[in-house]
Every structure is written in C-alpha cells, then in structure tokens.
C-alpha cells in the first residue's frame, strides 16, 4: 500500500512538475514575445522621433527661406517706396516750374494786350 501511495504521489508530482515546467515554458516564451514587442515599439518610437526631428529642422529650414523672401521683398518695396517718393518729389518741383512759367506768359499776354489796346486808341 505505501509503495502505492508513494507511487501516486510521485504520479502527481511528476505531472505538477510537468504542468510547473508547462506554465514556465509559457511564461518564458510570453516575457520573449513581449520583450521583442518592446524592442519593437522602441525601434518605432525612435524612428518618428528621428522623422519628427527631421519635419522639424525642414520646416525650419523653410521658415528661415521664408523670412528671407520676405524680408527680400520688403527691401524692394521699400526701394519702390523711396524711387516714387523722389519721382513725386520731382515732378512737384516740375508743376511748380512750369505753373511759374505759365503766369509769367499769362502775364507777358497781359501786358502785350494792355500795349495793344493802347496803341489802338
């Protein structure tokens, strides 16, 4: 009876055992399963963090280009500015001479038409 007994209790050790050795194998090849899910999710985090610093430097590569253009164009414009300003500037002076021209002749008429009529009476 005991050799029975010891007999089934090595029985259901050994199958302990084997459902022990079962459970750790699982174990085992679920931490490695989830150590290369890490590994993987890691390697993917790094990538758009590296894509992200690249968007980065780019957009601010192109703001920088940006700025340049605009600050290009504001230098022109404010050229344009100051050329039509001294354009203005002249033909002022222009309008000025020639209305000061135009009422001394209007004023040489006059004074030819006073001497005309003069002469005539």
Known sequence: KQWYQRRVRGSVMETRLSQ???VIEYKDK???HLRKS???EQGRVHQLKEDLDTTYEKTFEHIKVYEGRVSTIT???N???H???ARLEAYEE???VLRSQNQAMKQSLREKDGMMD???S
Do not use: C, T, V
């Open 20 to 22: 022990l050795s079962d």
């Open 30 to 32: 679920s931490q490695d």
């Open 38 to 40: 890490l590994s993987f």
């Open 75 to 77: 230098e022109r414009l």
């Open 79 to 81: 050229l344009q500015q």
């Open 83 to 85: 050329q039509i300003k």
């Open 94 to 96: 222009e309008i000025a």
């Open 118 to 120: 003069e002469l005539g």
